[in-house]
């Protein structure tokens, strides 16, 4: 089970971080990834990390504002959001996965999702 928190209201330029925790399984196992989704938009990735915090990606539109770290004694994995846009809009998602990926579908587990705005 995850559980995304952290999302609110921020004015453009802000910052917010987005925690997810994880429970029922040994989360060092998972590749741990966040996805947006903008009303009416599909699902899109952000960031992924690996099992211990290695590796890391991020989507082009988010490089060098948001960062993506874990804490595997805690079972969570975060999301440093900084220098927000309103073009961040979106329901953040949180998801678990077998082996390194950036794509939804191979994302096996999902939190229930946080949302964040932006106001300009």
């Known amino acids: 089970q995850l559980q995304a928190s952290g999302g609110g209201l921020v004015q453009a330029g802000g910052s917010l971080r987005l925690s997810c925790a994880a429970s029922?399984?040994?989360?060092?196992?998972?590749?741990m990834g966040w996805f947006r989704q903008a009303s009416g938009k599909e699902r899109e990735f952000v960031a992924v990390i690996s099992r211990f915090g290695g590796n890391t990606n991020f989507a082009d539109f988010v490089k060098g504002r948001f960062t993506i770290s874990r804490d595997n004694a805690r079972n969570t994995v975060y999301l440093q959001m900084n220098s927000l846009k309103p073009e961040d809009t979106a329901v953040y998602y949180c998801a678990a996965a077998a082996s390194w990926s950036t794509f939804p579908g191979s994302f096996d587990y999902w939190g229930q999702g946080t949302q964040v705005t932006v106001s300009s």
């Open positions: 029922g399984r040994t989360f060092s196992n998972y590749v």
